[in-house]
């Protein structure tokens, strides 16, 4: 029944924008902590399913300043993903989306105290997409799909794929800036300042891009979030 499931929807949606926000804020105070929950409150559902969401980059405003997961986002993320099991993946290609964003959660709550039951060293049993086959304008949809594993500290055969990619990468950030889309350009664009800032050459000026996708974003705080991380990577974050 749609117009039940509306306003469930809606209620998700809006708890994603605010952790996304606070998450900011965290990250442009120069890597403290957000403040996503009430101290030793029981967290509400619609606040896990949002740091179920957003994953690893809960922990983006520590890794880009060079410090440690954070402890209570570390506890609320391990509370999302048991609360919260992965969807149940439509295709392969949503379950190696789904596999590859839980691999790089489990890697960065491994470096906590929560890291106990995190598959930290096992990567998803497929492979990253295959570039040659799927031809660069898929291969770099399911990159900006997957723009949460560019993050300092992390490391797998997706990142080797964005390091070889980089003139595909650049060819999918200025098509979807030709078509507005906002929320695959600053994904895409992540992964080009990821690529740049580890030494790779580039086939675009990043920092003109980022501008520019930050002239003509959607406003959403997430994609603020995504937008922020990139230009952390391009001015140089911890590696």
């Not at 804020?25 to 399913?49: K, S, Y």
């Not at 179920?52 to 300043?65: I, K």
Request: aromatic share 4%; charged share 25%; proline share 8%.
């Amino acid at each position: 029944m749609p117009f039940a499931e509306t306003p469930l929807r809606d209620e998700y949606a809006a708890a994603v924008e605010r952790v996304a926000g606070r998450t900011l804020d965290a990250l442009r105070d120069g890597g403290g902590t957000a403040v996503l929950a009430e101290p030793h409150t029981a967290a509400p559902r619609p606040l896990l399913a949002a740091v179920r969401v957003l994953g690893a980059d809960v922990f983006a405003p520590q890794l880009l300043s060079g410090a440690e997961p954070d402890a209570a986002a570390a506890a609320l993320l391990t509370e999302a993903r048991r609360t919260l099991p992965a969807p149940v993946p439509a295709s392969e290609d949503a379950a190696l989306v789904i596999g590859w964003q839980d691999w790089a959660a489990d890697r960065l709550l491994a470096r906590t105290s929560y890291g106990d039951g995190a598959r930290a060293g096992s990567p998803p049993p497929l492979p990253p997409f295959d570039r040659e086959r799927l031809g660069w304008r898929t291969w770099s949809a399911r990159m900006a799909q997957l723009s949460v594993l560019a993050l300092p500290g992390l490391d797998s055969p997706v990142h080797d794929a964005a390091r070889a990619g980089t003139l595909d990468l650049a060819r999918g950030t200025v098509r979807a800036m030709l078509r507005r889309d906002a929320t695959t350009s600053v994904r895409l664009a992540r992964w080009l300042a990821w690529a740049h800032a580890d030494g790779r050459p580039l086939r675009l000026e990043i920092e003109p891009v980022l501008d520019r996708i930050g002239q003509v974003d959607d406003g959403t705080d997430r994609s603020g979030l995504e937008l922020a991380i990139a230009r952390a990577l391009a001015n140089g974050a911890p590696r």
